[in-house]
């Protein structure tokens, strides 16, 4: 079946502008992850979904970062006036449930802010 | 076919060092060793990872082994925020765009007051 896709693949923006990013997770699968990956790091999770609350949005870097999720299934994350720091590899993520061991993740958008 | 393997539990007293083994003996050359750790309810916090010198950062320390079969995740100085679930995952340093992440049963580490 289907993974997980996102959208954008690449993004570039200058700096102060909004971006948006897209993520359709499996179908089915009740938990929803956004995670950055800057060069050479380890994933730094940003905010996870079970169904369309956030129990969890403690790796927010900033205020100027929100997610939504309706209906179930897709995903944005949002950021606002982007900033050079804010360039990385943006990865979402769904498993069935919160619980679950595995993560099937999705290509990744690259951000770049200029 | 789990590539790491983790002891399921663990305590360790307040203020004390807590050291959590993880045993990957089918690492390969390119293959990072990272430690995640999951508190109740909450999404993966990254700890820490290394390819084969010993790491350290904020949180943790990391000892590799010098065949990088084994590693062990050190707390230097365990307080209760650190009761949770931690996880030793083998990767590879760019590989988890259209992958499957295992987490695995993971250490549940509780801190003893």
């Known amino acids: 079946g289907a993974g997980v896709s996102q959208s954008p693949s690449n993004k570039v923006t200058e700096k102060g502008k909004d971006v948006e990013l897209r993520c359709d997770p499996i179908s089915g699968h009740t938990a929803l992850y956004w995670y950055r990956q800057s060069l050479g790091q380890g994933l730094e999770f940003l905010i996870y979904f079970q169904g369309n609350s956030a129990p969890d949005k403690s790796g927010l870097p900033s205020d100027r970062f929100s997610a939504e999720r309706t209906g179930g299934s897709v995903s944005t994350l949002t950021i606002q006036r982007t900033q050079q720091e804010d360039s990385a590899v943006y990865l979402c993520?769904?498993?069935?449930?919160?619980?679950?061991?595995?993560?099937?993740f999705g290509p990744g958008t690259r951000l770049t802010v200029t | 076919d789990a590539k790491t393997t983790q002891p399921p539990s663990m305590d360790c007293a307040e203020g004390r060092a807590a050291n959590l083994p993880c045993n990957h003996s089918t690492i390969s050359g390119n293959e990072y060793v990272y430690w995640y750790r999951q508190i109740h309810s909450q999404g993966p916090q990254y700890i820490i990872h290394?390819?084969?010198n010993n790491e350290t950062n904020e949180m943790a320390s990391l000892i590799i082994t010098e065949d990088r079969k084994s590693s062990t995740l050190i707390l230097p100085h365990a307080t209760l925020r650190d009761t949770a679930v931690y996880y030793c995952?083998?990767?590879?340093?760019?590989?988890?765009?259209?992958?499957?992440?295992?987490f695995g049963t993971g250490t549940r580490l509780t801190i003893i007051p």
């Open positions: 290394g390819l084969k």
């Open positions: 995952i083998v990767r590879g340093i760019s590989n988890f765009g259209n992958e499957k992440l295992t």
């Open positions: 993520a769904s498993s069935p449930d919160w619980t679950s061991y595995e993560q099937y």
